[in-house]
């Protein structure tokens, strides 16, 4: 939760920062996609890594290099500073991320899968409410660079808690346990696999395009950045509703039918939104679609670890942010140049909802 929170509170003061000093929504894509580039090239290794050492060492480092990220924008506060912040903020998250998903799956039994992905998914819907609201207040209170601060300090917290406090998670695998075959086309060339990854990446593009956008949105119909933070957090908030009763869920509806569900809900949302100034209801749309999007990642991590090959969830799970970060790279680049060429939002927001609903018919064939 702390180092979640420093990373989605820091995307907002990112791209919050570099509008107050007047960058282009081009200049705020290519931050923001920052984020991702060099966590797409690493993530399979650094997920073969995990599988081979264990979670401990790269949490460890994730948390450190989050941390040395945000301070590093609080000491040199300049435009220039955020593209090396961001990307090694962004790298560290990886890191951290990676390996917090694979203790959770390895200290899980396939019964209480579903409830403990969902657990880690509280955790993480919570610091997404709390990040962005706390980011818009401290840039209000404090002012934008002052936050970078404010930032750093949760996942140093994070750190000296990992550091100190001997937790029982999964440690280094013995080299006779080591599965066969290292080829990263392996993992895709297993059916059921590729399929999970194909509704992993939609649903992972229309999440982070949520995120990236609604700064820009909301500044362009003039709403504080506390506002901004305000609308974030309905988004984030809602996601912890949903995944409080995700179990419940789970046990009366298939998987492939609750994602299904959950894009379709995020594409009425994309629709919409772009169509709206209203404070109330921009509250109500990213409360909805966190209702959305919260059932779908627990889900996808739980069919995920069940479908990875012995041995190799670490780096099944890389394969995903892989694709994640593939799509956390092109979309902000993709949707900054758009939203400048047609001097508005409403285009993007309604190809990604063409795309969320074929994803949404995809998953109901499944």
Not at 298 to 327: I, K, Q
Request: with cysteine; aromatic share 10%; proline share 5%.
């Amino acid at each position: 939760m702390l180092t979640h929170l420093a990373f989605v509170g820091g995307r907002v003061t990112v791209a919050l920062a570099a509008l107050n000093v007047g960058a282009s929504a081009f200049t705020v894509g290519v931050l923001a996609s920052l984020f991702a580039v060099v966590p797409m090239f690493l993530a399979v290794t650094m997920g073969r890594l995990v599988d081979r050492i264990g979670v401990r060492g790269p949490m460890i480092v994730g948390a450190a290099g989050m941390a040395a990220g945000w301070a590093l924008a609080f000491f040199l506060p300049q435009l220039a500073i955020l593209f090396v912040a961001s990307t090694v903020v962004g790298t560290a998250f990886m890191l951290f991320h990676i390996a917090a998903n694979h203790a959770a799956g390895t200290m899980s039994p396939p019964a209480e899968r579903v409830r403990n992905f969902s657990l880690v998914g509280l955790g993480f819907s919570t610091s997404g409410f709390l990040g962005p609201m706390i980011a818009g207040f401290a840039i209000d209170g404090l002012g934008h660079w002052n936050a970078f601060l404010l930032l750093a300090a949760f996942p140093a917290v994070a750190l000296a808690a990992l550091a100190v406090a001997r937790l029982p998670l999964p440690g280094r695998r013995p080299r006779s346990a080591a599965p066969a075959g290292r080829n990263v086309f392996e993992l895709l060339a297993e059916p059921g696999l590729r399929k999970v990854l194909v509704v992993s990446a939609i649903s992972n593009m229309t999440w982070d395009l949520f995120v990236f956008l609604m700064p820009i949105y909301g500044t362009t119909i003039g709403l504080t950045a506390s506002t901004i933070g305000l609308v974030l957090g309905a988004f984030g908030a809602a996601i912890f509703v949903v995944r409080v009763a995700l179990p419940f869920l789970a046990r009366r509806f298939r998987e492939w039918d609750l994602l299904a569900a959950a894009l379709l809900i995020a594409c009425t949302v994309f629709v919409a939104l772009p169509l709206v100034a209203s404070v109330p209801l921009l509250l109500a749309l990213a409360f909805v679609f966190g209702i959305g999007l919260g059932m779908s990642q627990p889900v996808v991590m739980m069919l995920l670890y069940g479908a990875a090959p012995e041995g190799r969830a670490g780096e099944a799970l890389g394969l995903r942010t892989t694709l994640l970060n593939f799509s956390q790279t092109v979309i902000p680049l993709a949707s900054g140049a758009l939203g400048a060429a047609f001097g508005t939002m409403a285009p993007v927001f309604w190809t990604m909802a063409a795309a969320l609903a074929a994803g949404a018919a995809y998953a109901r064939r499944r």
